[in-house]
């Protein structure tokens, strides 16, 4: 497609340098993703909750996990203006995403060492993130963040990391990643819904009872249909990021193009999945103690059982899924997709979207991986493509990957998705 005017908004020169500054560290080869899936029991686990509350760790410091999406196990003052707090998961196994979330504090202003440690078997995964209000989020200095020397050779994974703090009688907020829960998330569905074509309502109920939201995008008569999903996983902020970008770029209200998509389609989005796991800090499991994306072939708990209801009962109304998108997070950006052996609704599609969104971007070259065909129906894209025949995609984000590339990404792939889709509708069998 190369280059279209119309699309080039402010930042995108920024994101041209973010672009040609990470290209010098580009290795021979690329990232080859996760292992192939193994199917998991689903039924529902213990987990264990923290014990909630405002830690006196002496020296006038004071640490709190008391708020949403917050993740501190136990803290403890361990030498002389030296802090370390202890980050445990929510039930084991689980796969190595130890999020945390904490607030911290002094009487007195002091500078201390804060080291963060976490279960045996477990390293560091997240560069920190710190705030003043818990809302902006930056990255803490490099010069204050010291990870375990013994992982310097690349070797290992860092079993701690340590960091300079400077506190005052002032709140300071650190997390793996940017704080974003399901009321903030919610907040923001409801500040879209103030366009006319936007409509957000409650699904279901989580475990927990929190509700798990879906919005309805577009022509509410059309018989064409889309669902994106977010937030299985309650760490991966940086794929809500990309979710947020994408369906943002759908509803921008003076847009010749985005009105002809709405016309034509209609959009489904769940962005918080995982609303108990999300709330509670967790590292990647529900309130039912198991990765939801891992029970889309059992179906063991509500959240995906309300999901596979709501689309079932669109094709009992003969309404057809033309595509699915799940974003998710891990350590690099990577496109997981259906193999190309196999055909849907809107054959090759997924492929085509994600090329023309890369021409897009200068020095950008997209990691796809597509599953085997026999891959197993247990995640959601699998599940999703084999039961409703929707072309679909699992659209991970790297967790360090620069939040105005992560924008740019989000808008692009929205944009060439909805030309891609507008140019077949007189080719589709509808």
């Not at 002091?110 to 710190?130: D, M, V």
């Not at 704080?179 to 903030?184: A, G, K, P, Q, R």
């Not at 990765?291 to 009992?316: C, G, H, S, Y």
């Not at 950006?333 to 599609?349: A, R």
Request: proline share 6%; net charge neutral.
């Amino acid at each position: 497609m190369g280059i279209n005017i119309r699309r080039i908004r402010p930042g995108y020169f920024v994101l041209i340098g973010l672009i040609l500054l990470a290209s010098c560290g580009i290795k021979d080869t690329k990232w080859k993703g996760q292992a192939p899936l193994e199917r998991v029991e689903t039924a529902t686990r213990p987990i264990q909750y923290q014990l909630k509350k405002t830690y006196a760790v002496g020296d006038g410091i004071y640490l709190s996990n008391e708020f949403a999406g917050a993740r501190l196990n136990g803290v403890a003052l361990t030498g002389k203006n030296e802090v370390s707090v202890l980050i445990t998961p929510e039930n084991t196994p689980i796969n190595e995403s130890p999020w945390y979330a904490f607030k911290i504090w002094s009487d007195t202003p002091q500078e201390i060492q804060l080291k963060l440690t976490y279960t045996a078997g477990y390293s560091h995964r997240y560069y920190p993130k710190i705030s003043n209000n818990g809302k902006t989020w930056t990255r803490i200095d490099s010069s204050s963040c010291h990870p375990d020397p013994a992982a310097l050779s690349g070797k290992e994974s860092p079993k701690y990391c340590t960091l300079d703090l400077s506190l005052t009688s002032d709140t300071l907020w650190i997390a793996a990643q940017e704080l974003i829960v399901s009321t903030d998330i919610y907040k923001w569905a409801e500040q879209l819904s103030e366009s006319s074509f936007v409509v957000t309502s409650d699904l279901a109920k989580s475990r927990e009872g929190r509700p798990i939201k879906i919005m309805q995008i577009g022509n509410p008569e059309s018989k064409k249909l889309l669902m994106i999903l977010s937030r299985q996983h309650p760490p991966e902020v940086t794929g809500w990021l990309a979710m947020k970008a994408f369906v943002e770029r759908l509803c921008v209200p003076e847009d010749s193009l985005a009105s002809l998509f709405r016309n034509e389609y209609c959009i489904y989005v769940v962005p918080c999945m995982n609303p108990d796991g999300v709330d509670n800090g967790h590292w990647r499991n529900s309130s039912a103690g198991i990765d939801l994306n891992r029970d889309w072939e059992a179906f063991n708990q509500p959240e995906t059982q309300a999901v596979r209801k709501f689309m079932q009962e669109k094709i009992l109304q003969k309404h057809t899924f033309y595509f699915a998108v799940d974003f998710h997070s891990t350590f690099e950006d990577i496109f997981y997709t259906i193999s190309p052996k196999l055909k849907g609704n809107m054959p090759g599609l997924v492929p085509k979207i994600i090329k023309t969104m890369a021409k897009d971007i200068p020095g950008y070259h997209p990691n796809i991986r597509p599953n085997e065909k026999d891959a197993l129906r247990i995640n959601s894209t699998v599940s999703i493509f084999h039961s409703f025949h929707a072309e679909a995609m699992t659209y991970e984000v790297g967790d360090d990957t620069p939040r105005e590339l992560i924008k740019k990404k989000g808008e692009l792939t929205a944009e060439s998705m909805m030309e891609l889709m507008l140019s077949g509708t007189t080719t589709q069998n509808h």
